[in-house]
């Protein structure tokens, strides 16, 4: 049995997601979003946000890491953008922008992902 939360409202003002249970849920209602494709995004800021995503879920990149296959792109990405590249393409371009994002706590890469997603031009709609 899953449960998802699910954004009636978006908010216009991020300053007003004061709460970390309030923003982590605003942070995967965005995430599955992006995921499902239900708002858009060009592939490069997909990137990004999905690098964000790997922060938040496994912190900073170790050096064991980069060299095996932590994650799956299909879980982190829309099918839209994994179309568009190879599974070797796409776990190098995101090993490289994950650890870019070294240092940054988990509240800190949800909310820099959610500053990023609301500069989509489907936020909120």
Same mark, same amino acid.
């Given at each position: 049995?899953?449960?998802?939360?699910?954004?009636?409202?978006?908010?216009?003002?991020?300053?007003?997601?004061?709460?970390?249970?309030?923003?982590?849920?605003?942070?995967?209602?965005?995430?599955?979003?992006?995921?499902?494709?239900?708002?858009?995004?060009?592939?490069?800021? &997909?990137?990004?946000? &999905?690098?964000?995503?790997?922060?938040?879920?496994?912190?900073?990149?170790? #050096?064991?890491?980069?060299?095996?296959?932590?994650?799956?792109?299909?879980?982190?990405? #829309?099918?839209?953008?994994?179309?568009?590249?190879?599974?070797?393409?796409?776990?190098?371009?995101?090993?490289?922008?994950?650890?870019?994002?070294?240092?940054? #706590?988990?509240?800190? #890469?949800?909310?820099?992902?959610?500053?990023? &997603? &609301?500069?989509?031009?489907?936020?909120?709609?």
């Amino acid at each position: 049995f899953t449960l998802y939360f699910r954004v009636k409202y978006f908010v216009s003002r991020l300053s007003s997601l004061v709460h970390s249970q309030t923003l982590h849920l605003y942070y995967l209602h965005l995430k599955d979003s992006l995921r499902h494709g239900r708002i858009c995004c060009p592939d490069e800021r &997909a990137l990004q946000l &999905a690098s964000l995503a790997l922060q938040d879920q496994f912190g900073d990149l170790r #050096s064991d890491m980069g060299r095996q296959k932590y994650f799956l792109p299909e879980d982190i990405l #829309s099918g839209m953008v994994t179309k568009s590249y190879s599974n070797e393409e796409l776990h190098n371009k995101l090993t490289s922008l994950h650890s870019s994002h070294a240092g940054l #706590s988990h509240r800190q #890469s949800q909310m820099k992902f959610v500053e990023l &997603a &609301a500069e989509l031009q489907e936020y909120g709609l």
